[in-house]
């Protein structure tokens, strides 16, 4: 009596599955990793557009600040 195939080897299928799962797996994380690496690169970006911006109108706050100080102050005499 020969028997059943599943009863002699009920998970060799199920483990070259599991293998397969794995890679695929393993593939869809380095994606993930792919893509979470180019946004942290986007947003570093983006953030040093913004601290620009921020720097810039600060600069024009204390140019304009600087100009009505000198223009209240006595011409040399």
Do not use: C, N
């Not at 299928?13 to 994606?31: C, N, P, S, V, Y």
Request: glycine share 10%; charged share 25%; hydrophobic share 40%.
């Amino acid at each position: 009596m020969e028997g059943s195939r599943f009863v002699k080897e009920p998970f060799g299928w199920h483990d070259q599955r599991f293998e397969t799962q794995e890679r695929i797996m393993a593939l869809q994380f380095g994606q993930v990793e792919k893509r979470l690496e180019r946004i942290e690169s986007l947003i570093e970006g983006l953030e040093r557009r913004l601290w620009m911006t921020v720097y810039g109108v600060v600069a024009v706050i204390l140019t304009q600040a600087v100009q009505s100080i000198l223009q209240f102050t006595p011409k040399g005499g």
